[in-house]
């Protein structure tokens, strides 16, 4: 039995909050995640340093929390030429059965054709030893409708769509079902759970779009609006209605991950919505 509880092992992973307050906090979070998850299981089964696959994690960031034996695949360039890094599809990868401890992938699986995520997930089961971890945006209630909102948000902003949001909204997000029933038919045990509470989700990702801009009279403000997520609120935003979901498979073992209090308060959200959409309009 792997058993997880994700307040606890975020809890446990230290860092700095201000040497991330200039990046969506949300895009940290999931490194963060990730990272502790590894962590446990590295502990859970007692291995020195766990050989991992990154599908699709071209910019090499896990390494930034968790010392790992890492190789990444991805189609694009390789930009850094320190990585262990193949340029290929995920689709069909020049590895053999069971050749890493852990395959991981992160805001990948939205991106994959809606025919084609089946073949991604039970490719991603082969090459690994035992565990998977696929985080992603999926198809649970709300998380379309806010992104929508957001690209709405971004396009009142700078007249054209977001590049990445109009493609989750083209393609449709994954069917988490649908992914467990993939991963479950390559004899693997599954569990999941939801980070980033839709109402925080959109004040972070619209403070991100505004921080963009550069605006010196913005940046000091939602720098400190980062700060405070990370220090504060990151560790408990765990909730039903989470904006990425966070899906783990074993060969080895049952998946048993401990409930969290929601963090969801659709009260907040109209109050974040004003707020932001004053700011756009003073743009």
């Known amino acids: 039995m792997f058993t997880l509880s994700p307040s606890g092992i975020l809890a446990r992973k230290k860092i700095v909050a201000g040497d991330y307050s200039g990046v969506d906090p949300t895009f940290v979070s999931r490194y963060l995640l990730q990272s502790s998850i590894l962590e446990a299981y590295q502990s859970h089964q007692g291995i020195k340093k766990l050989k991992i696959l990154d599908v699709g994690g071209s910019g090499g960031l896990i390494t930034e929390f968790i010392d790992v034996d890492l190789t990444i695949i991805d189609i694009l360039p390789n930009k850094n030429k320190a990585l262990n890094y193949i340029q290929g599809s995920a689709l069909a990868m020049p590895f053999a059965d069971k050749s890493f401890d852990a395959v991981i992938s992160c805001d990948v699986l939205e991106h994959i054709p809606k025919q084609d995520r089946e073949t991604f997930l039970k490719e991603s089961a082969r090459v690994t030893n035992d565990l998977i971890i696929v985080a992603a945006p999926f198809n649970l209630p709300g998380v ?140």
Request: glycine residues 4%; proline residues 4%.
């Open 144 to 283: 379309r409708d806010a992104e929508i909102e957001a690209n709405n948000f971004y396009k009142k902003m700078t007249g054209q769509d977001h590049r990445w949001l109009l493609e989750h909204l083209q393609d449709t997000l994954p069917d988490v079902r649908e992914a467990h029933s993939a991963l479950r038919s390559s004899k693997l045990k599954t569990g999941h759970f939801s980070h980033t509470a839709l109402d925080y989700w959109q004040l972070v990702t619209r403070a991100g779009f505004l921080l963009a801009q550069k605006k010196p009279e913005f940046v000091n403000r939602i720098e400190a609006v980062n700060q405070y997520y990370l220090e504060n609120i990151m560790t408990n935003d765990f909730s039903e209605t989470g904006y990425r979901t966070f899906l783990l498979g074993s060969k080895k073992h049952e998946i048993d991950i401990k409930p969290e209090p929601d963090a969801f308060n659709a009260q907040l959200t109209p109050i974040f919505s004003l707020l932001t959409d004053s700011i756009v309009e003073l743009l």
